[in-house]
């Protein structure tokens, strides 16, 4: 493990309409102008939405065959590298991404659409979003955030949980995340939108569609073997990819890895909390094709 870092929790500022921290705007100029190649393929996601499950998938479909000591010596956020992070003392997502020479590079991105960077439209390159309902993704960020000390002060549950209806998180508003990339994915056929509790439900069909739209043709054996080393469980155990050797999170407070079910939700929010989101959902998400689902 590596030493622990001086960072100080940043706060929200709003950024072209966006609530950020600067660790995720300070490379700003460098990360728009970043180079995109062709077969890159951006994972884009709300953060907690399941984007490390999803790396690891993709990782694990390109790359588990071909190169094993990848999975035993490189942690996912080298594999796949955070495009706009920039916290001192560690190289930055670009950097990492620019030093990658796989092919293809599996980059990660929380931006919301209007902030992916040019290069990856004119490359016309593949994008997979993944989304997860709004409840669980609140009850995960808020774990996270709690961990996490370069992440803004989450205060306790109930503020956390008005400042989730306003918006008022590092990546600004959830509705606007997912609805945002839904409707591109309305006009740009390189885009995968899926969900988080689909992959709960059926991991395998799951990566059956992923490498339908990736045009890969791992065999059945194959892809059984990516879904069950991605399951849960395996993740949690697995130090290169449960973030148990990044720096800045505290695990005593939670673990990454914490739950990775669908319905925790209802194990934090009281039933006043739950009419009161319930009745702003529907003010809010106007759109009937985008649906979402907080039991299977
Ligand atoms: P919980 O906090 O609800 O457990 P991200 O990778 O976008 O930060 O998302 C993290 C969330 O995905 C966490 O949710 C984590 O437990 C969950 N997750 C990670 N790997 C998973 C897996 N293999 N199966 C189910 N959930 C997983």
Same mark, same amino acid.
């Given at each position: 493990k590596m030493e622990s870092l001086e960072v100080v929790r940043p706060e929200l500022v709003d950024f072209k309409g966006v609530w950020m921290t600067h660790y995720f705007t300070d490379n700003w100029e460098n990360v728009q102008n970043f180079q995109a190649r062709p077969d890159d393929i951006l994972i884009a996601t709300y953060p907690k939405a399941g984007t490390t499950w999803v790396s690891y998938i993709l990782d694990l479909l390109y790359f588990g065959q071909t190169s094993p000591e990848r999975q035993t010596s490189m942690p996912i956020y080298l594999r796949v590298?955070?495009?706009?992070?920039?916290?001192? @003392?560690?190289?930055?997502g670009k950097e990492v991404a620019d030093e990658l020479s796989t092919s293809p590079r599996l980059i990660k991105t929380h931006f919301p659409v209007q902030f992916v960077p040019k290069s990856f439209w004119e490359q016309n390159c593949r994008m997979i979003y993944v989304a997860r309902n709004a409840k669980d993704n609140m009850v995960s960020y808020f774990h996270?955030?709690?961990?996490?000390?370069?992440?803004?002060?989450?205060?306790?549950?109930?503020?956390?949980?008005?400042?989730f209806l306003e918006g008022k998180n590092l990546y600004g508003s959830w509705y606007d995340h997912v609805g945002g990339w839904w409707e591109k994915t309305k006009t740009c056929s390189k885009i995968h939108y899926m969900f988080y509790e689909d992959m709960v439900e059926d991991t395998g069909r799951e990566i059956d569609k992923l490498c339908q739209f990736l045009g890969l043709?791992?065999?059945?054996?194959?892809?059984?073997?990516?879904?069950?080393q991605a399951q849960f469980d395996s993740m949690k155990k697995n130090s290169m990819a449960n973030y148990s050797t990044l720096p800045v999170l505290d695990f005593k407070i939670s673990p990454f890895m914490r739950k990775g079910k669908v319905g925790d939700w209802k194990n934090h929010f009281t039933v006043a909390q739950?009419?009161?989101?319930?009745?702003?959902?529907?003010?809010?998400?106007?759109?009937? @094709?985008?649906?979402?689902?907080?039991?299977?």
């Open positions: 590298p955070f495009l706009e992070i920039a916290i001192p @003392t560690i190289p930055t996270f955030d709690r961990m996490n000390s370069v992440q803004p002060v989450p205060g306790d549950w109930n503020n956390y949980f008005q400042r043709s791992a065999e059945a054996e194959e892809k059984k073997r990516v879904a069950h739950n009419e009161e989101f319930d009745e702003d959902y529907k003010k809010k998400m106007k759109d009937p @094709t985008l649906q979402f689902r907080t039991e299977i």
